[in-house]
């Protein structure tokens, strides 16, 4: 009766800790692409490429009022995951947008079959706030793995 009890505990804790569930999207249709916050927010970005390809991020001021509350300081991870064929050369490039700045490299490659190529096929990155304030926005994107 106690493990009982300490279940119906533990799930209920788990549960209230559980608040942002994002639905994971649709992949994106191959092309170059502009990022947008609620992608972003949304955690999870991916694309069969078929060729090299190029991600823009958003303007920083579009990051900014995108993000309701945001304070300098905040930040927001978010994966790119490249789906395309493995071996391929399909690059995901992303670059900074206006009054972005990224640091480390933008390149997700697809996934390396082989057990010790160095392409795991995904981005983690994540969204600095620089600067909230209006007409003075600025975001950093760091490179995380």
Do not use: Q, W
């Not at 533990?10 to 569930?21: C, F, G, I, P, S």
């Not at 905040?74 to 900074?96: C, K, Q």
């Not at 390396?112 to 600095?128: H, I, K």
């Amino acid at each position: 009766m106690n493990e009982l009890i300490l279940t119906k505990l533990e799930v209920a804790r788990l549960d209230k800790n559980l608040t942002h569930r994002p639905t994971v999207p649709a992949a994106l249709t191959a092309g170059a692409h502009t990022v947008t916050i609620a992608e972003i927010r949304n955690e999870i970005l991916r694309m069969d490429p078929t060729a090299d390809r190029a991600f823009t991020m958003p303007t920083a001021a579009l990051a900014v009022a995108g993000t309701p509350g945001c304070k300098v300081g905040d930040t927001l991870d978010f994966v790119i995951i490249n789906i395309g064929t493995a071996n391929a050369d399909e690059i995901i490039t992303l670059s900074a947008g206006t009054g972005g700045t990224l640091v480390g490299s933008g390149a997700v490659c697809t996934a390396n079959a082989v057990n010790d190529a160095m392409s795991t096929g995904s981005g983690l990155f994540r969204l600095y706030f620089d600067n909230v304030t209006s007409g003075s926005e600025a975001i950093t994107v760091y490179r995380i793995a």
